[in-house]
């Protein structure tokens, strides 16, 4: 189990004080609740890749929801009549997952391979919030 303790970010974040929480509390929230089991990949800076191992669901069984600033994503399975398990040690068990998504962050995409859930993020930051260069002693702004 890895533990991560983001107390020496906070000295180098102004203003990201709440990302911060949130991602500690949200760390500490699902350190318990291991189903199923997910990778986030950063591709590059405004690219990211969560994937998530559902063995055993079918595409139809899976439900992608981005509501605000949060993406859901839920499993439900079928219940199968008949059959009389010896031993049962694969997980069959209805899951719902949920990422709390930076602002301007939006799901461009989802896939299904080999029993992984791939789900592509995009981080759009508005024209007005690009960064832009500021002129020293008094002069006019330079658009950058």
Not at 82 to 98: C, H, L, P, S, T
């Amino acid at each position: 189990m890895r533990n991560v303790d983001f107390a020496p970010l906070y000295r180098n974040a102004i203003g990201f004080d709440r990302l911060l929480n949130l991602m500690e509390a949200n760390s500490a929230k699902n350190s318990s609740a291991g189903y199923p089991p997910y990778n986030i990949e950063q591709k590059d800076e405004n690219h990211y890749r969560i994937t998530m191992a559902v063995a055993g669901f079918a595409e139809d069984q899976l439900e992608l929801t981005q509501k605000e600033n949060m993406l859901i994503v839920r499993g439900e399975r079928q219940e199968e009549e008949g059959k009389n398990y010896v031993y049962q040690g694969i997980a069959e068990r209805d899951f719902e997952r949920k990422f709390q998504l930076a602002d301007y962050v939006k799901v461009t995409g989802a896939a299904m391979e080999n029993g992984l859930l791939h789900v592509d993020l995009e981080r759009e930051i508005p024209e007005a919030m690009q960064p832009r260069k500021i002129a020293i002693n008094g002069q006019k702004l330079i658009e950058g």
